[in-house]
């Protein structure tokens, strides 16, 4: 079952050619490039220490329940930079 509070927005990301690491662009048949398929991406965006949020719906998730207590509930956790 999937979290009710965890959003799950991505975005697709078109395949591209990239030019290979470790290639010389002026080799004798010129440069190298490999395929990197299309992919989805995430849309989250980190808002500070302990938490995160959709760009594309602003839901605020957080990197662990200590913060998810600390942001909704008011409850400190002593020796967590930020939580304190």
């Not at 938490?51 to 400190?76: D, L, N, V």
Request: proline share 5%.
């Amino acid at each position: 079952m999937i979290d009710p509070k965890t959003c799950r927005h991505s975005v697709y990301v078109d395949g591209y050619w990239k030019l290979e690491d470790n290639k010389y662009a002026f080799e004798d048949n010129g440069p190298e490039y490999e395929r990197v398929d299309g992919y989805n991406k995430s849309t989250t965006v980190d808002v500070d220490l302990h938490r995160y949020k959709c760009t594309q719906c602003s839901h605020i998730m957080y990197y662990s329940q200590k913060a998810r207590q600390f942001f909704e509930e008011g409850i400190p956790s002593p020796g967590i930079k930020g939580l304190e």
